[in-house]
């Protein structure tokens, strides 16, 4: 029986009505609010936990260079005595110098290797078996970017633990910034080959040259992609047998792992990179920031040497490549840093972690705030709080971290490289000692 | 019963319709608020930013609240925000258009884009796997989906996008040189090298190409080839990204001066020096008032050889209240753009003007050496530059132009101490290689000359100086040769240089005669014609050209050339060369 037509209007307004509750009931808890106006928490460098240092400058003064170019330095017990010296690369006056730990805390610096042009990195091994530490230099020919086939690989051959002898293993070659010893090819007479990482400019490459005896090497090259920085070494894969990472930046921006297949042969594969050409890729160096027992990677990009308007970019900072074995790398961001080179790892807190440090070359110097050194620490669960160490001396390139003192407690130690403006607030090196 | 189940049908279609209705429009009415409720707020430190950014900021977000324009003012935020450096507003207004326009890829690419900047891998993969999703035709975003996934070692993943690419951009230089990586990581390395080849052969200005070839030669021990790559890589330029309009258009967003200044440079490196200009102009009409724009600007225009252009810049730089090291700069620049232009007595005063101000600035002391060389007052440029070169020891350029000024002067031992002091900072300095190389040759000392100039050719085998002197050594030492009488190391020096200069008539000249002593006309006749191609004026090449058509039976040419020689010669006064082309007509055959 038909509905009277007042209730069939009633009904059909009443079920409108309804329907258009629901739609917009419907409507309105389905899409939501909208996205979230809530950012992403981003990493505010924090006061707190503090970790304060007493800045001392060691080695030359600043006015024995005017500008001090420190291009790397690193901590190694050069003579065996016992106590951890200073060596570092300084491009003003094209120099290698020691700075030695002649007693607990007093520092008297020497130049061990004069006219090496651009030297970018240096390095201990007993190269040939001789039971003294040689000194090994990655020399750039000029720090500056430049294309041409100037850079070379030289040996401070260690005579006596005083007295260094300059040999040139390779040169007019693309510009070399790394160079380190390692026993690539299973030797057992107690010569170490070398790895050695070519930056160049547009065009360089990474090789290994095997150690022939007699300071004679044969170079093989691994990859030719240029912008090598640094190609530190490790068992990655955990064969037992040693392999090397290199760092590649310029167009590339990649880490590469080349793993030691034997009989030397070195299979190339990519660990990661980033798709950003202009990443700043500025330093890699191993370090078990987990302490599974496998070498992980830390690596810094900061770079501005390249730049034409130097300074900061957003994406500058430090990260760890996790090794998940296999020769696998699992890539984990651990914080901004303006300019960051120089990773280095320690437990500065002592709470049994490992720390990661970096230092800034490329910040805004302008503004007084911007950070040369910052600090970030573990809290065991590989969870970083950046921390901000020191704001001058700027233009910071090298760092390392070690135990200076004999009494446990990391000692930090960096290098300043004052190329560029503004030049108020320079240092030459310049240790650190926790407060 | 079947007219009450249509009538409930009718019932429930009707009800569907309206609250399909209902949530629709409800949806859209309440689009400004749900925008609102995503956007971030606007930065607190607009006032140290242009205002003409704060300003576009403002007017976005006014957009927002209206309800036809809302999604257009959130776009605009976010590519204000994003092209200025505001990355997690720009992410935030991204997100919120992503989740209003799921079909729009541009907002799953800009999300990638910066997610990309704070190195979350992860949400890369996924915007960009939903951007090539959604537009399938934007080969940027296979490019960047093949490239993350080659160096996150999803090689096989990686081809196959490089393939896409391929397709939507045939001979593409970028997919290809991908795939000749993923090759390499698969140690198929002719497959790698085959397209490393195809990209040299079809894209001649892609410099990376080139210098991974180069390597690839010289591993083979072709070092000749990869010399040649090596300097094809070098002027093909730096390394350029692929096109993306996406991602370009943003730039034009741009009103942050430093940013804009980075652009600028950056173009300006990658050969887009028109689009340089463009961006360091609106810096500077964002910033007035500060004069590192006018700095960019008018640097920009040096490098592009535009000295008119860049003086009113830096003019302009000087009428700002600067002081310190900015003051120092701009006004060394505006000398040298006056230099440029032949106005070196308004450089001198301005320069001696500024000392005044700063006594200590090496960089004005070494622009006064400059400028008073080109007035002709070495004596005093040289003084100009010691000064330089006391306050800056370390400086390659001063320490050559000192070095070369000493020179002329005749100080010839100080010179060669900051020549190859320049050397010592910058090992390839090419004006010193020159220089030296020079010396060395006018001392007799053929090898330190070579010294000089190897390096210099190796490290600009493009200029023509470099190419020039490397082949006077050759012409020089294959003359030393010939005079002990050791041909075979003449023609060998002869051969490299016209190989390393091939116009370098002397030595064409220098060959030719050594073949034509050896009773070699045939080689001779080659380096003759280059000869008189080179000088056709010159009498001598006609008569040697003559001589040697003559001795091959080539009477015809011979005649005409030897003609042509005698005429040059006459005309010239030079009896004697006529008299030989005479001599040698006379023996030709009759015609």
Redesign the interface.
């Given at each position: 029986m038909p509905l009277p037509r007042p209730a069939f209007i009633a009904a059909?307004l009443l079920?409108?009505v309804?329907?258009?509750?629901?739609?917009?009931t419907?409507?309105?808890f389905?899409?939501g609010?909208?996205?979230?106006?809530e950012?992403?928490p981003?990493p505010k460098p924090s006061p707190s936990p503090k970790l304060d240092y007493v800045a001392t400058p060691i080695g030359a003064a600043v006015s024995e260079f005017?500008r001090p170019l420190v291009t790397h330095l690193d901590l190694v017990d050069l003579d065996r005595d016992g106590l951890l010296d200073v060596l570092y690369c300084e491009g003003?006056k094209?120099t290698v110098r020691w700075i030695r730990q002649t007693a607990r805390g007093v520092f008297v610096e020497k130049v061990i290797g004069e006219?090496i042009?651009g030297p970018a990195h240096v390095s201990v091994a007993d190269v040939n078996g001789s039971g003294r530490l040689d000194v090994l230099v990655a020399s750039m020919?000029?720090i500056m970017p430049?294309?041409?086939?100037?850079g070379a690989v030289i040996i401070l051959e260690n005579l006596d633990n005083q007295n260094f002898n300059k040999r040139t293993l390779m040169d007019?070659v693309a510009r070399v910034t790394d160079v380190r010893a390692a026993n690539l090819s299973g030797r057992t007479d107690g010569k170490l080959d070398l790895v050695v990482a070519q930056f160049g400019y547009?065009?360089g490459?990474t090789r290994w040259m095997e150690n022939k005896g007699d300071w004679r090497f044969e170079s093989h090259?691994v990859n030719?992609?240029?912008g090598c920085v640094h190609a530190p070494v490790a068992d990655f894969d955990g064969d037992g047998a040693l392999d090397f990472a290199a760092l590649i930046s310029?167009?590339w921006e990649?880490v590469h792992i080349f793993r030691n297949l034997g009989k030397g042969v070195f299979?190339?594969?990519?660990?990661?990179?980033?798709?950003?050409?202009d990443y700043g890729s500025s330093g890699l160096a191993v370090a078990d920031v987990n302490r599974d027992g496998r070498p992980d990677l830390i690596y810094t990009n900061g770079d501005g040497f390249d730049?034409?308007?130097r300074?900061p970019r957003?994406?500058h900072?430090m990260?760890w490549l996790e090794n998940i074995g296999g020769g696998?790398f699992s890539?984990h961001?651990v914080g901004d840093l303006p300019g960051a080179y120089a990773p280095c790892s320690a437990d500065l807190n002592g709470d049994g972690f490992v720390d990661l440090l970096a230092v800034s070359c490329f910040a805004d110097w302008s503004d007084p705030e911007a950070v040369s050194m910052m600090a970030w620490l573990n809290d065991g669960q590989q969870h970083f709080t950046p921390v901000v160490l020191a704001h001058k001396p700027t233009h910071l390139v090298g760092a390392a971290v070690g135990d200076l003192d004999g009494n446990g407690v990391p000692v930090i130690v960096t290098g300043g490289f004052h190329a560029f403006?503004p030049y108020d607030k320079m240092g030459n090196i310049t240790l650190w000692r926790r407060k | 019963m079947a007219q009450k189940v249509k009538k409930i049908l009718a019932?429930a279609v009707?009800?569907?319709?309206?609250?399909?209705?209902?949530?629709?429009l409800?949806?859209r009415f309440?689009l400004p608020a749900?925008?609102h409720?995503?956007?971030?707020?606007l930065p607190t430190d607009l006032a140290r930013k242009p205002a003409e950014l704060a300003r576009r900021l403002a007017a976005a977000e006014t957009l927002t609240r209206e309800r036809a324009h809302a999604i257009e003012g959130a776009s605009e935020l976010g590519r204000l925000y994003h092209a200025n450096?505001y990355?997690?507003?720009a992410?935030?207004c991204w997100?919120?258009l992503?989740?209003?326009q799921s079909k729009e890829a541009r907002w799953s690419y800009y999300l990638a884009d910066l997610r990309?900047?704070?190195?979350?891998?992860d949400a890369?993969a996924s915007m960009l796997a939903e951007t090539v999703r959604l537009a399938p035709n934007y080969a940027a975003a296979w490019l960047?989906l093949a490239?993350?996934e080659?160096?996150?070692?999803q090689t096989a993943r990686a081809e196959t996008h490089y393939r896409r690419r391929l397709e939507l951009v045939p001979r593409d230089p970028y997919a290809r040189l991908g795939l000749a990586r993923a090759a390499?990581?698969q140690?198929h390395r002719s497959d790698a090298r085959q397209l490393i080849e195809q990209i040299v052969q079809d894209s001649p200005d892609f410099?990376?190409a080139h210098?991974?070839y180069?390597?690839?030669l010289?591993?083979e021990g072709r070092a000749e080839e990869a010399f040649r790559h090596?300097n094809l890589?070098?002027e093909a330029g730096?390394?350029r990204?692929a096109e993306d309009p996406w991602l370009d258009e943003l730039q034009a967003s741009c009103y942050d001066p430093?940013r804009l200044?980075?652009l600028g440079?950056?173009a300006?490196?990658t050969r887009r020096g028109d689009r340089g200009v463009s961006y360091l102009r609106r810096a500077v009409e964002l910033a007035p008032d500060d004069s590192a724009g006018y700095q960019?600007l008018g640097t920009l225009y040096l490098q592009l050889g535009e000295p008119a252009k860049a003086q009113p810049v830096f003019e302009q730089g000087l009428q700002l209240p600067v002081r310190g090291?900015d003051r120092v700069m701009l006004t060394v620049n505006l000398a040298e753009s006056l230099r440029l232009q032949q106005r070196s007595a308004d450089a001198l005063g301005l320069i001696q003007k500024a000392l005044l101000d700063a006594p200590k600035a090496y960089e004005l002391h070494g622009e006064l050496g400059a400028v008073l060389v080109d007035v002709g007052r070495i004596d005093e440029s040289v003084k100009a530059y010691r000064e330089a070169v006391a306050l800056a020891?370390?400086d390659a350029d001063l320490n050559f132009s000192l070095g070369s000024n000493l020179l002329v002067l005749g100080q010839r031992e100080a010179a060669i101490f900051h020549l190859k002091r320049s050397l010592?900072?910058?090992?390839?300095y090419p004006k010193t290689l020159i220089v030296l190389g020079h010396l060395a040759l006018e001392a007799g000392q053929l090898e330190e000359a070579r010294r000089y100039w190897q390096?210099l050719y190796?490290?600009h085998p493009e200029q023509p100086t470099a190419r020039h002197v490397l082949a006077l050594y050759h012409l020089r030492a294959g003359e030393a040769a010939a005079a002990k009488k050791d041909a075979a190391a003449a023609e060998e020096h002869y051969r490299d240089g016209v190989r390393i200069d091939p116009d370098y008539a002397e030595i064409h000249a220098n060959l030719g005669v050594l073949y034509l002593t050896q009773g070699r006309p045939t080689n001779a006749l080659p380096a003759f014609e280059a000869y008189h191609r080179l000088r056709p004026k010159d009498a001598q090449s006609s008569l040697f050209l003559g001589q040697v058509y003559a001795q091959l039976g080539q009477f015809t040419d011979a005649r005409k050339i030897l003609a042509e020689g005698e005429q040059l010669a006459e005309r010239a006064g030079n009896q004697v060369t006529a008299g030989y082309c005479r001599e040698i007509l006379g023996h030709l055959p009759p015609l």
């Open positions: 059909l079920g409108s309804a329907a258009a509750l629901i739609g917009l419907v409507s309105h389905w899409s609010p909208g996205p979230s106006a950012l992403a981003s005017g003003q094209n006219s042009a020919g000029q430049s294309n041409d086939r100037i007019h547009d065009q490459e090259v030719s992609q240029s310029q167009e990649e299979k190339d594969q990519i660990a990661w990179g980033s798709t950003n050409e730049y034409s308007t300074g957003p994406w900072g990260q696998k890539f961001r403006p | 019932a009707l009800f569907a319709v309206v609250a399909i209705a209902s949530a629709y409800w949806h309440r749900r925008v409720a995503g956007l971030p707020a450096g990355l997690r507003e992410e935030s997100r919120l992503r989740a209003e990309r900047t704070a190195g979350d891998g890369v960047q490239d993350f080659l160096k996150t070692g390499l990581q140690d410099s990376t210098n991974l180069a390597e690839m010289a591993a090596r890589g070098r730096r390394f990204e430093k200044a980075l440079t950056t300006f490196q960019s090291q020891p370390d010592t900072l910058q090992p390839t390096p190796d490290s």
